[in-house]
């Protein structure tokens, strides 16, 4: 399976939901300061676990970073 996080494409050998690929990536989850979409489709934090991307699919995961 192939699919493009953050403009660069990658493979994987089985399906992965959003939990493993934010893991997979070393993006530490927390309540905010942190979003993910597939497709340009916001996925709510709600749905990380149960929704798995596809061969294809175009992820973007955005961090927020506060500073001074």
Do not use: H, W
């Not at 340009?40 to 749905?47: A, F, G, L, Q, R």
């Amino acid at each position: 399976m192939r699919i493009k996080v953050n403009g660069e494409y990658f493979d994987f050998e089985k399906p992965i939901n959003i939990l493993e690929l934010i893991e997979f990536f070393g993006v530490k989850l927390r309540p905010v300061g942190l979003a993910v979409a597939i497709n340009e489709d916001i996925v709510p934090k709600s749905k990380y676990q149960e929704t798995f991307v596809k061969d294809g699919d175009c992820v973007e995961i955005i961090e927020l970073v506060g500073g001074g």
